[in-house]
């Protein structure tokens, strides 16, 4: 499976993006698709996750209110829209998916600034 992450970008505190990652080369029915970030000097984040198929989505304390994660099954697309962004959200984001196995995307690059 391939996933192609994009959507990054500058934006001012209280900005909002929207991050896409769109996957080819398989049926994403039992396949969980979710981001993850890196800031430097801190360790990869966990930010949300969303099950293909049911639906069922789940956050990161720290952007819960603000993020809302989504699929189109049509197009084999996961979205995070990200709202109210803060400095603290600057971070490399990546797109990754599991279904029993794990694989990533590239990463794209999210800066929020003050």
């Known amino acids: 499976v391939q996933l192609q992450a994009s959507g990054g970008g500058l934006v001012q505190s209280g900005g909002s993006l929207r991050l896409s990652c769109e996957a080819a080369g398989a049926n994403l029915v039992y396949h969980a698709i979710g981001w993850f970030r890196q800031a430097p000097g801190k360790e990869r984040e966990g930010v949300s996750c969303?099950?293909?198929?049911?639906?069922?989505?789940t956050y990161a304390d720290s952007v819960k209110g603000r993020f809302t994660i989504s699929r189109d099954k049509g197009a084999n697309t996961v979205y995070l829209q990200m709202n109210n962004l803060k400095p603290e959200d600057t971070a490399v984001y990546y797109c990754?998916?599991?279904?029993?196995?794990?694989?990533w995307g590239q990463g794209t690059q999210v800066t929020v600034s003050s």
């Open positions: 990754y998916g599991k279904s029993g196995y794990a694989y």
């Open positions: 969303i099950s293909f198929s049911e639906g069922t989505t």
